[in-house]
């Protein structure tokens, strides 16, 4: 019966409509899922009844159309739309959202899974999981060595939370920054002494001046000098140089000395014009000019004095870095650079004396009129480091650069410091970070970072052919494809935002126009059955 079509076809209409209902629904269900992904339904129309079939034109008539009559809808897809979700900070590491098509891996008792919920946690086994599930997120773990397996084999992400790192002895430091060219030499040059010797002390007594001066590695000495009158006018001068230790290096040395009883000027030394003495100590690098040529006596106050190298402080540039032995002490140890000359500069390294002893620890540095590094003697340097308490003794090699890389001697500040050094001490891991790429980095206690483990993300050449299996999981289908893994980045065109959570991408200002939609073409299909039946009604009465 013909009407009994137009009924059917507004059932259809109405079931058809009921499960747009049911997609809307569920869609504004899930406004606040993490990485809900919204579906749309489309439809399509059925069978159509032929009616007449058309004709082909002819010469001498027109063609005519066949004439049909649909049978009603049916749905016709039901696909997810898979356009990015915003991101919601949430401040949590192990909260990780996806930018770009990508989907986490999930395993759970042996069966693979997917997912655009970041929402992960650590469990009591160190294994990376979803909070709703517990299935193991799944990439690749760092070696002992802190590397991450190339390829794109699939494993449980594990981190021990009670994972330490041993000590690692120091082995090599690096150096940079810059000696100033002009700088004045390091070592005292000329000790200038002056002033008066009152003529009216008596025979025995004496006059005592002394100074500090530095040897050419920085080193402090005592310069003393002494003047004891043995005859009127006349005195015997003595002079001797003391290190730290109070131990005389050069001396005592007397010499006798005269002066004019009228003019009170100086008139021999030892029997000598007055001249310059020079102050030697080839060994220990002290080289100095003794003048006292200028000095007096007579009636006035005695007022003896010096000056060294007209009181300039030498040039002594150091630079300090913490070292760390077998066991994980840490030590201080200093290098210190003098200059010997033009672009000559010395070095030695020091460490204190509660920390052990060095050896090797003295070299030079000579530069290229350019500024550039030119010797390195010895090359490469290497300290050998004793250190109390136990640890192993150890070789350090002391890294200065190579021409305008590490340090340089130019018109600049002289500054210079340790630009890296390899050791470290024992440490137990403190915190966590992961990183766009999504490398699960570790930090620890002394300060060090290690790459722990790598998230590995699927991408699939059909998205609309996964299956939801619920609680935000996917799995494969027929016509999903071979997941293909990576890493994040280039290769998936997806990078994880560590601390966020991709919300639902349900737009709900369009979700409740479809409802209208939905509600319209439900409710015009339901006329269409309510006049079906009438007409229906209408039919039946005619028998009456």
């Given at each position: 019966?013909p009407?009994?079509?137009?009924?059917?076809?507004?059932?259809?209409?109405?079931?058809?409509?009921?499960?747009?209902?049911?997609?809307?629904?569920?869609?504004?269900?899930n406004?606040?899922?993490?990485?809900?992904?919204?579906?749309?339904?489309?439809?399509?129309?059925?069978?159509?009844?032929?009616?007449?079939?058309?004709?082909n034109?002819?010469?001498?008539?027109?063609?005519?159309?066949?004439?049909q009559?649909?049978?009603?809808?049916?749905?016709?897809?039901v696909?997810?739309?898979?356009?990015?979700?915003?991101?919601?900070?949430?401040?949590?590491?192990?909260?990780?959202?996806?930018q770009?098509?990508?989907?986490?891996?999930?395993?759970?008792?042996?069966?693979?899974?997917?997912?655009?919920?970041?929402?992960?946690?650590?469990?009591?086994d160190?294994?990376?999981?979803?909070t709703?599930?517990?299935?193991?997120v799944?990439?690749?773990?760092?070696?002992?060595?802190?590397?991450?397996?190339?390829?794109?084999?699939?494993?449980?992400?594990?981190?021990?939370?009670?994972?330490?790192?041993?000590?690692?002895?120091?082995?090599?430091?690096?150096?940079?920054?810059?000696?100033?060219?002009?700088?004045?030499?390091t070592?005292?040059?000329?000790?200038?002494?002056?002033?008066?010797i009152?003529?009216?002390i008596?025979?025995?007594?004496?006059?005592?001046?002394?100074?500090?001066?530095?040897?050419?590695?920085?080193?402090?000495?005592?310069?003393?000098?002494?003047?004891?009158?043995t005859?009127?006018?006349?005195?015997?001068?003595?002079?001797?140089?003391?290190?730290?230790?109070?131990?005389?290096?050069?001396?005592?040395?007397?010499?006798?000395?005269?002066?004019?009883?009228?003019?009170?000027?100086?008139?021999?030394?030892?029997?000598?014009?007055?001249?310059?003495?020079?102050?030697?100590?080839?060994?220990?690098?002290?080289n100095?000019?003794?003048n006292?040529?200028?000095?007096?006596?007579?009636?006035?106050?005695?007022?003896?004095?010096?000056?060294?190298?007209?009181?300039?402080?030498?040039?002594?540039?150091?630079?300090?870095?913490?070292?760390?032995?077998?066991?994980?002490?840490?030590?201080?140890?200093?290098?210190?650079?003098?200059?010997?000359?033009?672009?000559?500069?010395?070095?030695?390294?020091?460490?204190?004396?509660?920390?052990?002893?060095?050896s090797g620890?003295?070299?030079?540095?000579?530069?290229?009129?350019?500024?550039?590094?030119?010797?390195?003697?010895?090359?490469?340097?290497?300290?050998?480091?004793?250190?109390?308490?136990?640890?192993?003794?150890?070789?350090?090699?002391?890294?200065?650069?190579?021409?305008?890389?590490?340090?340089?001697?130019?018109?600049?500040?002289?500054?210079?410091?340790?630009?890296?050094?390899?050791?470290?001490?024992?440490?137990?891991?403190?915190?966590?970070?992961?990183?766009?790429?999504?490398?699960?980095?570790?930090?620890?206690?002394?300060?060090?970072?290690?790459?722990?483990a790598?998230?590995?993300?699927?991408?699939?050449?059909?998205?609309?052919?996964?299956i939801?299996v619920?609680?935000?999981?996917?799995?494969?289908?027929?016509?999903?494809?071979d997941?293909?893994?990576?890493?994040?980045?280039?290769?998936?065109?997806?990078?994880?935002?560590?601390?966020?959570?991709?919300?639902?991408?349900?737009?709900?200002?369009?979700?409740?126009?479809?409802?209208?939609?939905?509600?319209?073409?439900?409710?015009?299909s339901?006329?269409?059955?309510?006049?079906?039946?009438?007409?229906?009604?209408?039919?039946?009465?005619?028998?009456?």
């Open positions: 019966m009407l009994l079509n137009s009924l059917f076809s507004g059932v259809s209409g109405l079931r058809n409509h009921q499960s747009m209902m049911d997609v809307i629904s569920n869609n504004i269900a406004v606040n899922t993490i990485g809900y992904k919204g579906s749309r339904v489309t439809f399509s129309d059925t069978f159509n009844r032929i009616i007449r079939y058309g004709s034109p002819t010469e001498t008539t027109g063609g005519v159309n066949t004439f009559v649909g049978l009603g809808m049916r749905i016709n897809t696909d997810r739309t898979w356009n990015q979700g915003t991101f919601e900070g949430t401040g949590v590491t192990t909260d990780l959202a996806l770009g098509p990508g989907l986490f891996i999930l395993q759970s008792n042996g069966e693979r899974f997917y997912t655009r919920a970041g929402a992960f946690i650590f469990d009591a160190g294994r990376l999981v979803s709703q599930n517990g299935a193991i799944q990439g690749k773990v760092a070696n002992k060595e802190g590397l991450i397996p190339p390829g794109n084999y699939l494993e449980d992400i594990v981190v021990d939370p009670n994972m330490r790192l041993p000590a690692v002895a120091t082995s090599r430091v690096s150096w940079g920054g810059n000696l100033k060219s002009a700088s004045p030499l070592r005292s040059e000329n000790y200038l002494q002056t002033g008066n009152n003529s009216s008596a025979i025995g007594d004496s006059v005592t001046d002394s100074n500090t001066v530095y040897d050419e590695n920085g080193n402090k000495y005592t310069f003393t000098v002494t003047y004891t009158k005859a009127d006018n006349t005195y015997t001068m003595e002079y001797r140089l003391r290190d730290s230790n109070n131990n005389v290096v050069v001396g005592p040395t007397s010499q006798t000395v005269v002066f004019d009883g009228t003019t009170g000027q100086l008139l021999t030394v030892n029997g000598q014009p007055p001249a310059v003495i020079q102050i030697q100590n080839a060994q220990l690098g002290i100095f000019n003794f006292m040529t200028g000095i007096t006596q007579n009636n006035s106050t005695t007022t003896i004095a010096s000056t060294v190298d007209s009181n300039r402080q030498p040039t002594i540039i150091t630079g300090s870095v913490t070292i760390f032995d077998s066991l994980g002490n840490s030590h201080i140890l200093t290098i210190k650079y003098t200059k010997v000359a033009d672009n000559s500069w010395r070095w030695s390294a020091s460490v204190p004396e509660s920390s052990g002893t060095l620890n003295a070299g030079s540095i000579s530069f290229n009129p350019d500024g550039s590094i030119n010797a390195i003697i010895p090359n490469p340097p290497v300290l050998t480091f004793t250190p109390t308490g136990g640890a192993s003794a150890q070789n350090i090699i002391l890294n200065f650069g190579e021409g305008f890389n590490g340090i340089t001697q130019t018109s600049a500040n002289s500054v210079v410091s340790a630009l890296s050094q390899d050791g470290s001490a024992a440490a137990s891991l403190s915190n966590l970070s992961i990183d766009k790429y999504g490398y699960i980095v570790g930090v620890f206690t002394n300060g060090q970072s290690r790459q722990l790598q998230i590995m993300i699927a991408t699939f050449p059909n998205l609309n052919g996964l939801s619920g609680e935000n999981l996917y799995t494969v289908s027929a016509n999903t494809g997941p293909l893994i990576g890493e994040p980045g280039e290769s998936t065109g997806t990078t994880i935002q560590s601390g966020a959570l991709e919300q639902s991408n349900v737009d709900l200002s369009e979700e409740f126009t479809r409802m209208i939609v939905s509600q319209r073409g439900f409710q015009a339901a006329r269409v059955v309510t006049v079906s039946d009438t007409l229906l009604q209408e039919i039946t009465n005619l028998v009456r």
